[in-house]
């Protein structure tokens, strides 16, 4: 069930970016254009499992993306938003497809599954 949880919040959170990213009126060829960028983290796995899941890690948490988003609010910034919005909506599309954080052993372990 815990599962299930993670996959329609990852939903909720991919709609209502899409919602604010429409607000704003952006392109939506942009959008289709960076929406998988956040996935270049996994370039860091040739390194190590250990350095590959943590910057894997870094970039597929709520925490830097929505950072982002409220940096673009105050420096009334729409590169900033654009990108924010961008990077929440892959982080909740992640999420509703089952792809969660990544353990350090491997790189298909996730905290919602393995893959």
Do not use: C
Request: aromatic fraction near 16%; charged fraction near 15%.
């Amino acid at each position: 069930m815990v599962k299930k949880y993670l996959h329609i919040e990852g939903l909720m959170v991919l709609l209502a970016v899409i919602y604010i990213y429409s607000l704003y009126e952006f392109s939506w060829w942009i959008f289709l254009l960076l929406i998988l960028s956040p996935d270049v983290s996994m370039l860091a796995y040739l390194i190590s499992d250990r350095v590959g899941a943590r910057v894997y890690n870094l970039f597929h948490t709520y925490t830097l993306s929505i950072f982002m988003i409220l940096l673009a609010i105050f420096l009334k910034s729409d590169a900033l938003m654009l990108i924010g919005l961008i990077w929440t909506a892959h982080i909740g599309m992640d999420r509703l497809f089952g792809y969660g954080l990544k353990y350090t052993s491997s790189f298909k372990g996730t905290h919602i599954q393995r893959l």
